[in-house]
């Protein structure tokens, strides 16, 4: 993503109210208290991984007020983009974080969040980059151990080598598919679907997107014929 470098941005997400500025120090401040920053903190909590310029989590927080959402980036201007339009909708069930999603299981707990987005992540085409491609297994572990039971990850993308490579990991990991599509905008989940700014990039190119909501199987269940 490619924007003007912008000085004040960092001074301005660090001191901003929707804002949670991780550091070394202090990431884990919050970890199992999310919901506790939400007027409604026994609603689910929907969390965005790769927000970017936050046109997704800016328009669902609005369409889906029965939902506390966060959306998580690690560069501060498309972050600061974001909470400028989220902050525009005066909607309360809305937050940021700014950091890495490597420090994703020491922000929260587990089992602390519902639903895990993965919109238009970095495909990180080049064979020695695959383990920073935000499906590589070991993303996958950490996503599993914070879900809460029963919870699920949507992964939308224009990319057919990351989809490909991500529906091997999520089955190499003993993930259930739910929901796949692609041709999402051509699909039965299209009327649910609220778009992203990348994602309108591409379908106004005719480029189709390609769509998958999964969940961890159910390892370590007490009764094995479940
Ligand atoms: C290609 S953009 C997509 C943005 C947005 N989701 C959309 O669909 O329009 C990917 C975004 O993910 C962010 N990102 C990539 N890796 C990340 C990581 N490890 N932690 C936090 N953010 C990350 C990038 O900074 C970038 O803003």
New binding site residues.
């Given amino acids: 993503?490619r924007l003007r470098r912008k000085p004040e941005a960092k001074k301005i997400l660090s001191e901003h109210p929707l804002v949670f500025t991780a550091t070394e120090e202090n990431k884990s401040e919050f970890q199992g208290r999310w919901r506790e920053l939400f007027p409604e903190p026994a609603q689910p909590l929907h969390v965005?991984?790769?927000?970017?310029?936050g046109?997704?989590l800016a328009k669902t927080s609005g369409l889906h007020p029965e939902i506390n959402w966060i959306g998580?980036?690690?560069?501060e201007e498309?972050l600061l983009m974001a909470v400028r339009k989220g902050e525009a909708t005066k909607n309360p069930n809305l937050r940021y974080i700014w950091?890495?999603?490597?420090w994703l299981d020491e922000i929260f707990a587990p089992g602390e969040v519902d639903r895990f987005y993965l919109?238009?992540?970095?495909p990180w085409p080049k064979k020695r980059h695959t383990k920073r491609r935000?499906t590589y297994r070991t993303f996958l572990e950490r996503y599993e151990k914070l879900l809460a039971p029963g919870g699920d990850l949507i992964l939308k993308t224009d990319s057919v080598s990351l989809f490909d490579f991500s529906l091997e990991e999520f089955q190499e990991a003993g993930w259930e598919t739910i929901e796949l599509s692609r041709d999402l905008h051509h699909s039965p989940y299209a009327s649910a679907n609220i778009t992203?700014?990348?994602?309108d990039k591409f379908v106004s190119r005719g480029m189709p997107i390609h769509y998958v909501r999964v969940r961890p199987g159910r390892k370590g269940s007490a009764d094995p014929g479940e």
């Fill in positions: 993503m965005e991984l790769g927000t970017g310029k046109q997704f998580v980036e690690r560069i498309p950091a890495d999603v490597q919109h238009f992540s970095d935000l992203t700014e990348y994602e």
